[in-house]
């Protein structure tokens, strides 16, 4: 079965700060991979996904991620932090079969201090 | 841009009672799904739903629950006899081709 970790479960970073979260999945087929954030109150919301090509991926809210296939990992990262991207974030992963359910990591709070 | 819908947004029973979620997917989305949040914990698939039945479902997912898409538009979740353990946030979701979208949610809370 696949499982999702996500390491950092709770980070706290000033504005203009840099952000990386870690996210590592066990999963040895073909996979497709995604990013969420949660606002406070809000629904969860793609930031950004992998399926294939360019491992390096750009979401919005100028965040990015890259997969590193050899290291199982989907990492989240943001050159600078602003404190409206105080959330919480999980990635997720579908076994990259049509139909397949989302596995998702226990998430990542972010509390961005302005 | 079109969203899924999710009523109510909190909800309040008794254990024992049956309670019923409701979604209305977007439009044009082929697969359904539901997933759950204990307060705390991870986001956890419950089942997916093409083409009238059931196609996965999670070990979360028995004979209390069941899923139907009963008049073409909407989408639910019903729970037969709620207990403690069944309070959490209950998303709905739909995709036609990948990602899906969620809908912002349910908050069952059962007394």
């Known amino acids: 079965a696949q499982s999702v970790s996500q390491h950092n479960h709770h980070v706290i970073l000033s504005e203009a700060a840099s952000l990386e979260l870690g996210c590592n999945y066990s999963y040895g087929g073909t996979v497709n991979l995604f990013w969420y954030v949660q606002y406070p109150g809000q629904h969860l919301q793609l930031l950004l996904k992998?399926?294939?090509?360019?491992?390096l991926v750009k979401g919005i809210k100028g965040f990015e991620a890259e997969f590193i296939k050899s290291k199982f990992s989907f990492n989240l990262r943001k050159p600078s932090v602003q404190w409206s991207d105080t959330a919480e974030y999980f990635c997720a992963v579908n076994a990259g079969r049509a139909g397949n359910m989302l596995t998702f990591g226990g998430g990542t709070r972010l509390m961005v201090k302005p | 841009e079109p969203e899924v819908t999710q009523t109510p947004s909190h909800q309040v029973t008794q254990m024992g009672q049956e309670v019923i979620l409701r979604c209305v997917p977007i439009s044009n989305h082929l697969y359904f799904y539901w997933y759950r949040q204990i307060l705390g914990q991870k986001v956890e698939f419950l089942v997916s739903f093409y083409n009238n039945e059931i196609s996965e479902k999670s070990e979360i997912f028995d004979d209390q629950f069941s899923v139907e898409r009963p008049d073409g538009s909407n989408f639910t979740l019903k729970i037969r006899s709620t207990k403690l353990e069944d309070s959490a946030m209950y998303f709905c979701?739909?995709?036609?081709?990948?990602?899906?979208?969620f809908g912002s949610g349910t908050r069952l809370t059962v007394v």
């Open positions: 992998y399926f294939s090509g360019d491992p």
């Open positions: 979701a739909s995709r036609d081709s990948p990602p899906v979208a």
